[in-house]
């Protein structure tokens, strides 16, 4: 091997400066996009646990739950326990004991709680009711201030009294905030008379008026009422006021309810602030295991019983961020590989400008590994220095850069120079003679093809390999980069698409040419002769076209992901507001329903009782479902004007038969279809009989739902009570918030702004924009490149021209004539590949994960967009193109263009 020549090295890289830097701004621009997207993702999915423990709010919250210990006496009554504070206090205590490390410095301190079932006041018309409640969180809190009277005490000295079961209400005490006194006009030393449902009285007393010292203090979040009246908290038109019980008054409250009637808990809220997607997958295993040595709800004693669901929404965000990292593969893939390809067409323009001296360094004895190495230095001090600055800017951009993706596209684009010019100048010297023999010729031309055919057959079987596998088996999880072949499947699906186009472009240009050869336009025929004359070139064309599909698949799914937010929070909310009433108010949503039809700007209002996870059997099998016990004719016409699926009408839907209800069902694995006879279970040896009569559309999250009419239920003696009111219109929420119904309100313009800013949604968002944008770029780049690679060519072939009297104009027609071809493949053929690979993968690469559907999101292909970019964007860098050839072959002067035709 022969040593390097520097200053050859040095004297092609000044030469060459132009494309060199193009190559070293690809590989910057590349390099800070891969370089940035995992950090971005971890911090994103950071974020995204934050988010989501903090909009779960309750459902995230730890509770746990003990009934109280007997409190019978020697006499058969029941004695007071004036340490019964104490004890409250203690399973706060016990509850941290049993929770792991790991999981406690991940929640709030405790807050303990005791509740009092509402009580009605009977002192006059208006829907008041009173419930009692004891708050203990930290050393002493929540605090709060006596503005008049004192704190509620003890209503006998003698501590360890012993009062029969059926003697009088015992008294006790309370405190009330200062907005509540005044509203109901009490004062120190009022009684207040109340009697629960079962109109038993209870003696109530107001010891003193307070006042919170700090009204944001996490604990009074538990039982806002005890600050402020709430209204509608315990039916249409009531408004709940609250008591506060002190350290003393609880043993008293302890004796005047029975032990169903006063129940006593801790809760434990989740501190966002603390968790980190790593920190929460741990906390995930530590909630199971403690739900799992749970204590059974039913049993009746003082062991733990503990309740959450963070397991269930960190195992659902488990499943988005798997999504979404797998998702950004395959955007970071379609984007690396485009880079390639042009790296790839620059090292080709660089070979077409250096064969001649590359030929002459291999004539005076330049060894191939010599030469191999000298561009291989050159394309390292190109490459590697850009990279490192990509990579330093992904990390002042996001704090850190990941080398995952960076480093195997940097070998790939150092490697690419010295592979084109090493294959150029082993061509260019080689002593192979063509054989004279005709049939020898024949049969190494055939070995070309079938080379060159099984090339392409190996591209088209590994494509349709990753697409099966993706179809088959869905995106799988691209954490820390550890993505297979499915990931790769749009990509390779664009290549293998866009080489099938690309070998059929000589024969179209052959084609052209023969059409022009009848043509009276020798414009026509010369610019058909040079297209034909280049449509050989495969990288050229590959390149283009493959990043304008992949480009038009990144706004397809881009498209695509934002009509499924959009489908998500229809089906989410089910109309334009959903209202979701407490058991306590539950027995006004009728008239709530009624109420907000009448209003103006409303639609349709339809009352249902929806029962989240009810149980069904069916084959022995129980099946947890989603019920909805609803009028279905108002239901349907409800639906009828959103875009929602409709809702079947079959036969018999409103009628029970021998007290079997009918059904639309629909499950996500087809254990209830039409036709199939299962039943509801009530209580112990009871049930009801339904029988399914057609399918039903998804409703709410999830894909589990059985859907009953409400004549149908009552006939069958069927609970039918509505809990939840659906309603469209403009002025439906405004129509809902009138009626002071104290429910869950919730406007699908709402969850829809929710999912469309939820962290991993709008990061992948931005990546698909991000992507679309940047192989758009690279296209149009690699167009520009191949036109500069053939300039020379088509540069002597106009200059001929011009000598028999080819006007400036008329050049600048034939110049692109030859370039169109490609640019008119691209322009057509991109973005119907990019249609079809989205609507090949969209379904496997789950994108309903994200928006919240329970079917695959319809692939929406915006058709004027891609289109119009895609054709404006290529005629214009067409355009620059022959323009900027021409300005340069100005410059020429005919001396030269004389000895170039001669």
């Known amino acids: 091997m022969t040593p390097l020549h520097w200053p050859s090295i040095r004297g092609r890289a000044r030469a060459d400066a132009g494309p060199l830097l193009l190559v070293a701004l690809v590989v910057t621009v590349v390099a800070l996009l891969a370089g940035a997207t995992p950090p971005v993702l971890r911090s994103t999915s950071d974020e995204a646990t934050r988010d989501a423990v903090r909009r779960a709010a309750d459902d ?70 009173l419930q009692l409640e004891y708050l203990h969180s930290g050393d002493d809190g929540p605090a709060v201030t006596w503005i008049a009277g004192k704190a509620p005490g003890p209503s006998t000295p003698d501590e360890s009294i012993e009062i029969p079961l059926n003697g009088a209400p015992w008294p006790m005490q309370i405190g009330l905030s200062e907005a509540e006194a005044t509203v109901l006009g009490a004062k120190p030393g009022d009684r207040i008379p109340v009697q629960d449902d079962r109109r038993t009285p209870y003696d109530v007393r107001v010891s003193g008026i307070f006042r919170p010292v700090d009204p944001a203090d996490p604990a009074w979040r538990l039982a806002p009422w005890l600050l402020q009246p709430a209204a509608n908290r315990d039916g249409l038109g009531s408004t709940r006021f609250g008591g506060l019980l002190s350290d003393e008054s609880l043993s008293d409250a302890r004796l005047a309810f029975r032990s169903d009637q006063l129940r006593r808990s801790v809760r434990f809220d989740a501190d966002p602030g603390t968790l980190t997607w790593e920190s929460a997958q741990a906390l995930a295993s530590a909630v199971a295991t403690l739900k799992g040595l749970s204590a059974v709800s039913a049993e009746r004693d003082t062991s733990l019983k503990w309740a959450t669901q963070l397991d269930s929404v960190l195992r659902d965000l488990r499943n988005q961020i798997a999504t979404a990292s797998a998702q950004a593969a395959v955007l970071l893939i379609a984007v690396l590989a485009g880079a390639l390809l042009v790296v790839s067409l620059a090292a080709d323009l660089l070979t077409r400008r250096r064969t001649p001296a590359l030929t002459t360094a291999r004539q005076r004895g330049a060894g191939l590994p010599t030469i191999a190495a000298e561009l291989a230095v050159e394309s390292t001090v190109v490459a590697v220095p850009a990279a490192a600055l990509g990579l330093a800017l992904a990390a002042v951009v996001t704090g850190s850069a990941a080398l995952t993706w960076v480093v195997p596209f940097l070998v790939l684009a150092v490697a690419a120079g010295p592979a084109f010019g090493t294959l150029a100048a082993a061509r260019a010297t080689r002593d192979k003679r063509a054989p004279a023999n005709r049939s020898a010729r024949r049969w190494a031309l055939r070995t070309v093809l079938l080379r060159r055919a099984a090339i392409d057959v190996a591209v088209v079987v590994l494509a349709i390999g990753a697409l099966v596998a993706l179809r088959q088996r869905g995106i799988g999880t691209a954490e820390d980069g550890d993505v297979g072949l499915p990931a790769a499947a749009p990509t390779l699906g664009a290549l293998a698409a866009a080489l099938l186009l690309v070998r059929l472009l000589p024969a179209g240009t052959g084609a052209a040419l023969k059409l022009s050869l009848r043509s009276r336009r020798p414009l026509v025929l010369f610019a058909a002769a040079r297209a034909a004359a280049t449509a050989s070139r495969l990288l050229p064309a590959l390149a283009v076209t493959a990043a304008i599909a992949l480009a038009s698949f990144a706004i397809t799914l881009h498209a695509t992901t934002d009509r499924g937010l959009s489908d998500g929070a229809w089906q989410a909310v089910g109309a334009d507001v959903q209202l979701t009433l407490g058991t306590e108010a539950a027995g006004s949503t009728a008239e709530i329903a009624q109420q907000v039809a009448a209003a103006p700007g409303v639609r349709h209002a339809v009352a249902a009782r929806v029962v989240d996870s009810e149980r069904f059997i069916a084959d022995n099998t129980s099946i947890v479902a989603r019920l909805v016990v609803v009028d279905t004719a108002a239901l349907r016409q409800l639906r009828a004007g959103t875009p929602l699926a409709g809702l079947p009408d079959p036969g018999g839907l409103t009628t029970a038969v021998d007290g079997t209800v009918p059904a639309l069902v629909r499950t996500s694995d087809d254990s209830l279809r039409p036709g199939t006879s299962f039943r509801l279970p009530l209580r112990t040896n009871t049930f009801t009989p339904m029988t399914a009569v057609g399918p039903a559309p998804a409703i709410g999250s999830g894909d589990d739902v059985v859907v009953v009419d409400r004549a149908a239920a009552a006939a069958a003696g069927l609970e039918s009570a509505p809990n939840t009111v659906w309603a469209t219109g403009p002025g439906a929420a405004a129509a809902i918030r009138a009626t002071g119904a104290d429910g869950r309100l919730t406007t699908r313009a709402e969850v829809l702004d929710e999912r469309r800013t939820a962290p991993l949604t709008a990061g992948l968002v931005r990546l698909q924009l991000v992507a679309a944008g940047t192989l758009l770029a690279l296209g149009l780049l690699g167009f520009a490149l191949a036109a500069a690679a053939g300039a020379p060519q088509r540069w002597e072939t106009l200059a001929r021209l011009r000598t028999l009297g080819l006007r400036p104009r008329d050049a600048h027609r034939v110049a692109a004539g030859e370039l169109l071809p490609v640019a008119l493949v691209a322009a057509v053929s991109g973005p119907l590949l990019g249609a079809l690979l989205s ?27 891609v289109e119009v970019v895609a054709v404006v964007a290529l005629t214009v860098v067409l355009a620059a193109v022959v323009a900027t050839e021409s300005a340069v072959r100005k410059k020429r002067r005919l001396g030269d263009v004389l000895r170039v035709s001669s």
């Open 839 to 865: 609507w090949l993968t969209v379904g496997p690469l789950a994108l309903n994960v994200l928006t919240g559907q329970v079917a695959v999101p319809v692939t929406v292909v915006p058709w004027w967009t």
């Open 60 to 129: 995230a919250a730890v509770r746990v739950e003990a009934e109280w210990p007997d409190d019978y006496g020697p006499n058969g009554g029941r004695v007071r326990a004036p340490l019964l504070a104490d004890d409250v206090a203690s399973l706060a205590h016990l509850a941290e004991g049993e929770l792991e490390p790991s999981l406690r410095s991940a929640l709030q301190p405790p807050v303990a709680t005791v509740s009092s079932i509402s009580m009605a006041v009977t002192d006059g018309s208006v829907q008041r009711r």
